[in-house]
């Protein structure tokens, strides 16, 4: 009989976790979700964001229904609404750096039903015809062992997620400490439309999925890329955005 190795049982476990009651991840509350419905109400509340950008909007005052910041109007990423569901901050920074870089997938469940409560991200799905993760190249996939936003995808809309229509032809360097300028030289020539399957993007709509937004250059190469394959729209929906500097 085949006995599982210690890394399939962790596995196992962490997946079995994302389901069963356990303790609450920030609060530690027990038994509860990973993350219980008392701190998703405290830490995801809904905030009025640049429907360009996701970046938070002035709090003062109530922000118009479509409002874009300085930024998008002076330089658009070319998305047609980006939608996120928290900033990258206390707790959620942290609970991000679990799922991706410490190998538990099992918090996609988590996530991706704090995204989708998320105002307007349930419409973006009913209106996409694709929902496209950002894809990992290979040897960032080798060394994660899965790709973090098709999690999300797969779970969000299962029939409309497609893993292999936006590709990533190449790695690039870590893109942590480079602006968004040096991020978008960073990414030419890294992400594509497969071209036996282009026809199939021709004036449809397209949802991009990923877990984190730093300076939305990941995103404007892939939207630029879905649009000269003929896609019509092309709209992000991102799991948190992260704050601007201060």
């Known amino acids: 009989m085949h006995t599982p190795s210690p890394s399939m049982l962790r596995t196992t476990l962490r997946r079995l976790g994302a389901w069963l009651p356990s303790q609450c991840a920030i609060c530690h509350a027990w038994p509860a979700r990973r993350v219980c419905d008392a701190c998703a109400a405290r830490f995801a509340q809904p905030q009025a964001r640049c429907t360009g950008c996701a970046l938070p909007l002035p709090a003062s005052g109530h922000a118009p229904e ?50 989708h409560s998320t105002s307007w991200a ?3 799905m009913d209106a996409a015809d694709w929902v496209l993760p950002i894809p990992l190249s290979a040897h960032r996939l080798r060394e994660r062992g899965f790709n973090q936003a098709l999690l999300l995808a797969r779970i969000l809309a299962p029939a409309k997620t497609d893993a292999t229509l936006l590709l990533r032809l190449h790695d690039t360097q870590a893109q942590s400490n480079l602006g968004r300028a040096q991020r978008l030289r960073n990414l030419q020539g890294a992400l594509a439309v497969d071209p036996l399957r282009a026809a199939a993007l021709q004036g449809r709509s397209v949802l991009l999925v990923d877990d984190v937004m730093t300076t939305g250059a990941t995103l404007q190469a892939a939207a630029l890329a879905l649009r000269q394959a003929g896609a019509s729209t092309v709209s992000a929906l991102v799991f948190a955005r992260t704050p601007p500097p201060e």
């Open 66 to 115: 479509g409002m874009r910041c300085g930024a998008c109007l002076r330089t658009p990423l070319g998305l047609d609404r980006c939608v996120a569901a928290v900033d990258y901050a206390y707790p959620w920074a942290g609970i991000v750096g679990q799922y991706k870089f410490q190998a538990d997938p099992a918090w996609a469940p988590t996530l991706a039903r704090l995204l």
């Open 122 to 124: 349930e419409p973006l």
